[in-house]
């Protein structure tokens, strides 16, 4: 089973700063299967980047995600009021087929 | 644009069995996505439970496998979510969803179930 660790577990920001959050595998993910979800209190998660780096539908550019070997990053170039949230990563694995999720990183206000 | 809505019972009790209903509208379930079930107890993160595909072909997370069955109900265009044998341990938001491109495109808005006596 890949586990999946993200860092830092919570990041202080003031709007118009860049984000930077991490997301770690235990080994190898197949074929960029990573995506990243944004979760706001109260609400289901969205989706905002899946095969590693594509913005989901109508997600704004500000958010990009890229990887490095088994360390996956997602950015928001510069952080909107609306942007603060817990976001989560989530690999995809084939043996046995299964979605796991990373722990969360909350993003907020400075 | 596939929406989805959960929907049963609010509480369960102990050693009893949970089962949940996702309704599928703007899209056939018989169409491109597979059909997962994620949960997510208070202030903790997200669980994978399971999806299931045409034809019903499923895939369920080990830690929950032997307790779990999902199933597609085409005339309906839903799919259901049983979970056996629970405690408190399964309190929890869950959440139905389509998978696709090995990621969880769209969700539902999720319903609270609490099992207690």
């Known amino acids: 089973e890949i586990v999946l660790t993200q860092s830092p577990g919570t990041l202080s920001l003031s709007p118009g700063e860049r984000a930077t959050l991490s997301c770690r595998a235990s080994q190898s993910v197949n074929n960029n299967y990573l995506a990243w979800y944004q979760q706001k209190p109260g609400q289901a998660p969205r989706l905002l980047i899946y095969g590693a780096s594509t913005r989901a539908t109508g997600i704004p550019d500000r958010f990009s995600g890229s990887r490095s070997g088994t360390d996956f990053t997602l950015t928001i170039s510069r952080v909107e009021p609306e942007d603060f949230a817990v976001y989560y990563c989530q690999q995809y694995g084939t043996s046995p087929p299964e979605f796991t999720f990373g722990g969360g990183t909350k993003v907020e206000i400075k | 644009q596939v929406k989805l809505q959960e929907s049963g019972p609010g509480l369960v009790k102990p050693s009893g069995t949970l089962s949940l209903t996702c309704a599928v509208s703007g899209d056939s379930i018989s169409g491109k996505y597979w059909w997962s079930w994620v949960r997510q107890p208070p202030g903790k993160g997200l669980q994978w439970i399971g999806e299931?595909?045409?034809?019903?072909?499923?895939n369920y997370n080990p830690s929950l496998k032997s307790r779990v069955t999902i199933s597609m109900d085409k005339s309906k265009n839903q799919f259901s979510l049983r979970l056996s044998s629970v405690t408190a341990a399964d309190t929890a938001m869950y959440y139905c969803?389509?998978?696709?491109?090995?990621?969880?495109?769209?969700w539902g808005q999720g319903t609270l179930v609490a099992v207690s006596s």
């Open positions: 969803a389509t998978s696709t491109y090995w990621s969880l495109h769209h």
């Open positions: 299931v595909y045409l034809g019903g072909t499923t």
